[in-house]
């Protein structure tokens, strides 16, 4: 019996009863690489769908093109486009400013503004 429990307890060796590491064997890797794990290598190529695509049965009764209320974009208050004077470029508002004799230089708002009180004037 002393025989079987020597083999048994043969195998104990290995470990450390005061909380150490026990004796690795010759070719292992020593030190903190050993208790990592093996890094897992990234892989390349596409990233991977964040949404799925709906069910086969979820599309049912709808236009495959229609867009969903969620990807629609909100929609920017238009600026109504300038009518009469306004609407006119500023070159142009220089050459009617030009046919009456007047001056053409300034930002739009002054040219607008100096071609308006000329029709005024040429109205009364």
């Known amino acids: 019996d002393d025989a079987a429990l020597d083999a048994a307890l043969s195998g104990l060796d ?3 009863l005061d909380g150490g ?8 890797n020593a030190g903190a690489e050993a208790d990592q794990p093996a890094p897992v290598p990234k892989k390349r190529g596409r990233k991977p769908k964040t949404a799925s695509a709906p069910p086969a049965d979820a599309s049912a009764g709808t ?9 629609a974009k909100p929609t920017k208050a238009k600026k109504p486009k ?13 050459e009617e ?3 009456r004799g007047l001056k053409t ?13 000329a029709i005024d004037n040429e109205k009364s």
Do not use: F
């Open 97 to 99: 400013l030009s046919k």
């Open 14 to 16: 290995a470990i450390d």
């Open 105 to 117: 230089s300034g930002l739009k708002a002054v040219l607008i503004e100096r071609l308006q009180e």
């Open 63 to 71: 236009a495959p093109d229609a867009p969903l209320a969620s990807d």
């Open 21 to 28: 590491e026990a004796p690795r064997p010759p070719g292992a």
């Open 82 to 94: 300038p009518t009469g004077i306004a609407a006119l470029k500023v070159v142009e508002l220089r």
